[in-house]
């Protein structure tokens, strides 16, 4: 019955290697995201992409490269996974009813830990 | 100056009191504005949204928008130990499809 869902939950792993972050969710939405939250707590989006077709993209390392294989999946794959990479990756989906409104329902986080 | 500001806490209100929380935004496009709540160690929940001018209430929460003076809040009546959580505001811009996060604020409910 989970909306959103993440997995793993909790990831560690050495410097330098590659992971991937996966997402899916059930609520028939059409739009998907990523964010990162650092130590401080400050929630900040990376990618969204919108029935599979990237939508936005910010300034981040293009080591972090998203892939949405159906509008229903968006996993991230980052590649020489760095230190500063460590924080909590949150997926999150929504149903855009009109332009002005628009709930997030947010996945329970993917904890990356990198030594 | 940041996109949008809360004051991070920690904000500690006495069980029963009014929890006011305040966000300010420096886009004066901004149409939609959120406030999520935010366990230790859980994901962000919605609990409001407001897009235009004045006050809406759910239940104990009241959501204040003042659009000339770029300022959301967001008021807890009858404030519970069970609301202790870090409370934060997004905001969307006219036409954006992202929300830009604040900071948050640590609220703590003393019992």
């Known amino acids: 019955d989970t909306a959103v869902s993440q997995t793993p939950k909790y990831l560690v792993t050495q410097m330098g290697n590659d992971k991937s972050i996966k997402c899916e969710q059930n609520l028939g939405h059409d739009t998907m995201y990523w964010y990162k939250q650092d130590s401080k707590k400050f929630l900040k989006i990376m990618f969204s992409?919108?029935?599979?077709?990237?939508?936005i993209n910010e300034t981040v390392p293009n080591r972090f490269s998203p892939k949405s294989p159906d509008k229903a999946h968006l996993n991230l794959h980052i590649n020489s996974l760095e230190l500063g990479d460590s924080a909590v990756y949150f997926c999150?989906?929504?149903?855009?009813?009109?332009?002005?409104?628009?709930?997030?329902?947010f996945g329970p986080g993917t904890r990356l830990l990198v030594l | 100056q940041k996109e949008v500001e809360q004051n991070s806490g920690p904000l500690s209100v006495p069980e029963g009191a009014i929890a006011s929380l305040n966000c300010t935004y420096s886009d004066r496009g901004s149409q939609s504005f959120f406030w999520y709540r935010q366990y230790s160690g859980k994901s962000p929940e919605l609990i409001m949204f407001i897009y235009s001018n004045g006050d809406k209430e759910d239940g104990r929460f009241t959501a204040q928008l003042n659009k000339a003076s770029q300022y959301v809040s967001l008021l807890i009546r009858d404030s519970q130990p069970s609301d202790s959580a870090t409370y934060l505001c997004?905001?969307?811009?006219?036409?954006?499809?992202?929300?830009?996060f604040g900071q948050g604020t640590r609220l703590t409910i003393n019992p």
């Open positions: 997004a905001v969307k811009g006219q036409g954006a499809q992202k929300l830009v």
């Open positions: 992409y919108n029935n599979k077709e990237l939508i």
């Open positions: 999150a989906s929504s149903q855009a009813r009109g332009w002005n409104q628009e709930t997030q329902y």
